[in-house]
């Protein structure tokens, strides 16, 4: 017998960027029409939501860890905790990052998330491969051994070991091969200016040739100058290209996070977390990609004080976009649960409350807190 659930009387999130009241409609896992859900016999369960924000549940394509826990562990277990982690606090699903790690390494990583399940857990969408294609003038905290040019083999090889998860390739256009990559890779993966040095004009021609995205906008790359719009300037004026951003509170100043909404809009920024394994827990030392790194509050910094990914979750980051940085409520929605799916081609069936979506949804409070997850239909809070 089908299991029917309507949420009645919450403001619902539009996948266009408002809020309307309304009532959600829930067949099994999925979202369905208001007919057909009354044309359905089934068991049928109430959430009232009054005084609650219904918005679909958060991706987030671009953190490596949590809970003691990295993508670049490449164990089910790993990937069993983050995915649980994730899903306790409203990402419903993701695409874990990659460090710049050996080929060996990344394919142990490739396999694992290729056989992975965790009903219990966030959706697991694919992989975010962070390196090694990067330029070492820009490394931040890869590791620069492990730096390695653009690679067609090198990424069919581990394309064909995940099964097709990889989604998302950063690279510095500037360097060895680079262009030729691009060209030879558009349209299979999307592809990201990550890591880099590159001027304007060169990030422009790497955009004409199927680059579609900046990694953690602003971090790890050319600033935008007046003189050197670098790639941002070169990102801002392609309509096809999205941006990153890490909305923690330490990788970007509210000013600029404010400033790239007027140079993006909200249809073409993701809000990412790029959090590393110390997310969820105490201050201390830990491991990112084989460097030590020293956590101290939200802050996370290799040993020359370099930043070294973020402790804060993507509901956290979309929180504090909103409380602390004056960004809209429906836009944060937008950028940490509409883009990030469009980004990797899951629209279908994730990233808004249509008819026929993934039943992922979040009720939050007036003061943003989350109060219920449900993910494919199943009630979690």
């Not at 990067?134 to 040019?149: D, L, R, S, V």
């Not at 923690?248 to 990412?272: E, M, T, W």
């Not at 026929?356 to 239909?377: C, D, M, P, W």
Request: with cysteine.
């Amino acid at each position: 017998m089908a299991e029917k659930h309507q949420i009645i009387h919450g403001m619902l999130f539009q996948e266009e960027g408002s809020f309307s009241p309304g009532t959600l409609f829930l067949l099994d896992d999925r979202i369905v029409s208001e007919e057909i859900y009354h044309n359905t016999d089934g068991k049928e369960t109430t959430t009232d939501a009054t005084g609650m924000y219904v918005i679909p549940g958060l991706t987030d394509i671009h953190f490596h860890g949590c809970m003691g826990q990295d993508c670049c562990d490449g164990t089910p277990e790993a990937f069993a905790t983050i995915a649980a982690y994730e899903l306790l606090h409203g990402i419903t699903s993701f695409t874990p990052a990659t460090m710049t790690m050996p080929e060996q390494v990344l394919a142990k990583i490739c396999q694992t998330a290729r056989h992975f399940s965790c009903p219990d857990g966030a959706d697991l969408c694919g992989l975010y491969m962070e390196g090694p294609f990067i330029n070492p003038a820009k490394k931040g905290a890869q590791n620069e051994a492990h730096i390695h040019p653009a690679d067609t083999g090198m990424l069919k090889r581990l394309q064909d070991i995940s099964g097709g998860c990889i989604r998302t390739v950063a690279i510095a256009p500037e360097t060895e091969g680079a262009m030729e990559f691009i060209q030879q890779n558009n349209g299979s993966v999307t592809l990201a200016l990550a890591h880099t040095s590159a001027d304007y004009d060169t990030a422009k021609k790497a955009f004409s040739l199927g680059a579609s995205q900046l990694t953690h906008a602003f971090n790890a790359m050319p600033p935008l100058s007046h003189r050197a719009p670098g790639p941002i300037g070169a990102a801002a004026e392609d309509t096809r290209c999205m941006a990153e951003l890490i909305c923690d509170g330490v990788h970007v100043h509210p000013s600029a996070v404010r400033a790239a909404f007027k140079l993006f809009g909200d249809d073409r920024i993701i809000f990412i977390s790029d959090s590393m394994r110390a997310a969820g827990m105490k201050d201390g030392t830990y491991d990112l990609g084989g460097q030590e790194v020293t956590v101290r509050g939200n802050l996370a910094v290799l040993a020359d004080g370099t930043i070294a990914g973020s402790v804060t979750n993507l509901m956290d980051c979309m929180r504090t976009a909103v409380l602390h940085m004056d960004i809209p409520l429906a836009s944060a929605v937008k950028c940490a649960a509409v883009n990030p799916v469009k980004s990797i081609g899951l629209f279908q069936n994730y990233g808004s409350l249509a008819p026929g979506k993934y039943a992922n949804i979040l009720l939050l409070n007036s003061f943003l807190e989350l109060q219920t997850v449900f993910h494919r239909g199943k009630i979690l809070l």
